[in-house]
């Protein structure tokens, strides 16, 4: 059972990332229907870096399957294992 303030997500968990819809889909549409499968390999909870106050809060560096690196905030991602 996770507790309050546990670290849900650490490097090197296997995830699956769906982009919120509702956020991104005015602008990226091709992002709407795609899951990506990879590995986080970064976490950011430094609240003065660019990309952590651009998604609200800390943001996930996930190394995608495609070979691609992609950024996800937690509730966008669902751990595999």
Sequence with gaps: MEQEGEQRLVVGDLVIGRYDLQYYSYFYDELAMNDFMGIII?????????????????????????????????SELEKIS
Excluded: A, K, M
């Design 42 to 74: 970064n976490f950011s909870w430094d609240t003065n870096d660019d990309l952590s106050s651009l998604f609200y809060g800390p943001y996930f560096e996930v190394h995608c399957i495609d070979g691609r690196n992609r950024f996800f905030i937690e």
